[in-house]
């Protein structure tokens, strides 16, 4: 039998339902959606002497993108539409690489407001894969006993935190699927490690407010996914048909910006802007309707 004030309950019921949900969905969709692509200066295309991975960091202190390709010595910074601001050239005496004198195979860069740091395998199994070089000086030192035969790895340093892939044991990146993290003063004690699915890791960028890792798949033809930091967990993939062979990723400001590197000339900077993958913000109104809907359901049900 139709009872009016059940009829009522249940349609002051169904709205607050809709309501809520439109507070919890006032952000939109995720998507990862083009900005903008830039082709770099040729100082950023040298060409590579082994290995084709070219790092991409970003140095959160100075607001700035940094690169370091193969054989070239140095860390190169940019602003973040890719105009070349300076360089760090490597001091290397003395050198971490012996007779070698200069780090030939860089793979990834990143940075915190003292320090830059990147990956290298350039006397293979007999010098250390971690650098940390000073800002002011240019020295490189070691701070990690890891040694690799083959191909480095990627990084990123995020608040305190290095983060790093395990170790290639190979030229190429089919085999990255881990993300290690450590804290920069202890690079080698490892407090927590995610292991993700998929595609080999070409680069990563931690964001750390969104408690999400960014990843290129080292693929031909690559997709960018999100994964969960704290548990590694798949969340979201994005075909995006880029080349993740020879290329990298960073993150900075709720954009992603992609470094495409092309052999003496043509190497882009790509950004990304990224919308609805953090913590859903209410749309403005939706929490005072949300409170009228509540109001509602309880003066329907005091009228029946």
């Known amino acids: ?64 993108l940094l690169f370091m390709q193969q054989s070239t010595g140095a860390i190169f910074r940019t602003d973040l539409a890719g105009n070349i601001v300076g360089s760090r050239t490597i001091n290397n005496t003395p050198s971490p690489y012996g007779n070698l004198g200069v780090p030939n195979h860089t793979v990834s860069v990143a940075a915190d407001a003292t320090h830059y740091y990147y990956s290298d395998y350039t006397c293979n199994s007999s010098c250390f894969d971690l650098m940390k070089v000073d800002k002011a000086t240019g020295t490189a030192v070691s701070i990690s006993s890891e040694v690799s035969a083959y191909g480095g790895y990627p990084i990123d340093v995020r608040n305190g935190v290095i983060y790093r892939t395990n170790a290639s044991t190979t030229y190429d990146y089919t085999m990255l699927h881990q993300i290690r993290a450590a804290s920069t003063a202890s690079p080698d004690v490892i407090t927590s490690t995610r292991t993700l699915t998929g595609a080999g890791i070409a680069d990563f960028a931690v964001d750390d407010v969104n408690n999400s890792i960014w990843v290129l798949d080292y693929l031909a033809s690559a997709s960018i996914r999100r994964f969960d930091l704290t548990t590694g967990a798949l969340l979201e993939s994005f075909a995006l048909g880029l080349d993740g062979l020879d290329a990298g990723l960073t993150y900075a400001n709720g954009k992603l910006y992609y470094y495409d ?44």
């Open 1 to 64: 039998m139709f009872n009016p004030r059940n009829h009522r309950l249940h349609r002051g019921i169904a709205l607050v339902i809709t309501l809520f949900g439109a507070c919890l969905s006032g952000a939109q969709a995720s998507t990862v959606s083009l900005a903008s692509s830039v082709t770099l200066s040729n100082v950023l295309a040298d060409s590579a002497s082994n290995f084709h991975p070219q790092g991409i960091g970003y140095d959160a202190s100075a607001n700035e």
């Open 261 to 304: 590197w092309k052999s003496n000339s043509g190497s882009t900077l790509t950004t990304y802007n990224l919308q609805g993958y953090g913590n859903p913000v209410p749309a403005p109104g939706t929490l005072a309707l949300l409170g009228l809907g509540l109001a509602g359901l309880g003066f329907s049900r005091r009228r029946g």
